[in-house]
């Protein structure tokens, strides 16, 4: 290994504690989960220490996290001898136990998603809002608790609307143009209050066996393979339904039953895995380009038209437009570290498209995860905006639509 990269590897270790899987590459925590998620069938943890004998198969915080539950456990007998004998024990610090394993603590909103002291970030009467951050969680479990993005900019009532549905229970839908940031919200929303989040991507030739499971071979010897939603229900995960609209009606309609809240009937799995209770913690999103109805742009080929019935299962809907400008600019400038002025402008050309598509005038639109692209190729181009942005966007357009676009981007950039 080279100096540079042994540098990297570093940095990423202090930024983030973990270690890495030399199947993948992957940084983890514990290697044994990692393997039982992403190589079961080709690996386990004897191979792995056999072929990798000097490397650690857990973090740190994997360590100090198997010697607190080994803690919590001995905690818990004595707890159950002192029920037993009459005695009442109580959590310390504020936090209560759920199911033995996950803690749940209070901590305020603004401060846990860093929104200073916005008002938006305030209750109507101007006061802290408390929400719940999960902690305690098995090795398995913490492996799917999304990344914390620094620079992520929020915006703040839908950023709401999530934490609402986290906190009620409410499965929540966001569609919209692509682009727009729907997925990102709730897995940084998941991130911050420290959720376990996996994301299953839906297309037309989606099955209900890829969702709820199904019978496979190992060894010489059937087994059932559990989905991600029976998985998710089970430790108390948030699942979430990604590309909603581009499932067929009929594999959709297995999440019916969940959206409210009952039990999931797995009929083709063994008896033990045929109920499937929800967990406490187990949260249903979903999102789409459409709200079920069929696309309106002609931009979304695939979507499909919805069964209304499963759609109106969602207690929380809400269309998620792009960003203002003011928003987006500081995007480019958090995200990239670009000038406020180029900013500006690069914000000012995709404000500008979005109109031109809304008047018909092109037949496509940008989006801030094309901006951002763009942003990244003029940063490597020496600041040639407009050179990132027709490798990000304008290529990808009609001769007639990219002369349109091109014509006016000369305008804003020789400004």
Known sequence: MNQAVASQETEAEVSDGKIICHIDNVRVHSVQAHIKTAHENTWTLERYQSEFPDMPILSDFAKDLLARKAQEKAVALKASAAAAAGVTANTSGGEKMMQSTILTSLAQFHEVFELGTAPAAMSGAGNPISIEVMSGHDLESLDYVPDIDSGYVYEIDLLKKVIIGFALNMPTYLWGMHGTGKTSVLQQAAARTKRPFIRVQHTINMQESEVLGQWTVRDGATQFQMGPLPQAMIMGWVYCADEYDMAMPSVVAVYQPVLEGQALLVKDAPPHLRKIIPHPNFR???????????????????????????????????????????????????????????????????????????????????????????????????????????LAFANRLSRVDRAVVKEYMQRVFTV
């Open 284 to 390: 249903f999103v979903a999102t789409g380009n459409t709200n079920g109805i069929g696309d309106e742009t002609g931009l979304y080929q695939g979507t499909l038209v919805q069964n209304a019935a499963n759609y109106s299962r969602f207690k929380i809907t809400e269309e998620v437009k792009y960003m203002n400008e003011k928003m987006e600019e500081n995007i480019l400038c958090l995200k990239l570290a670009i000038d406020r002025k180029d900013a500006k402008k690069i914000i000012k050309f995709g404000v500008t498209v979005r109109q031109m598509f809304a008047d018909q005038k092109i037949s496509m639109v940008v989006s801030t995860r094309e901006l951002l692209s763009a942003v990244e190729l003029g940063v490597a181009y020496g600041g040639n905006w407009p050179l990132g942005l027709e």
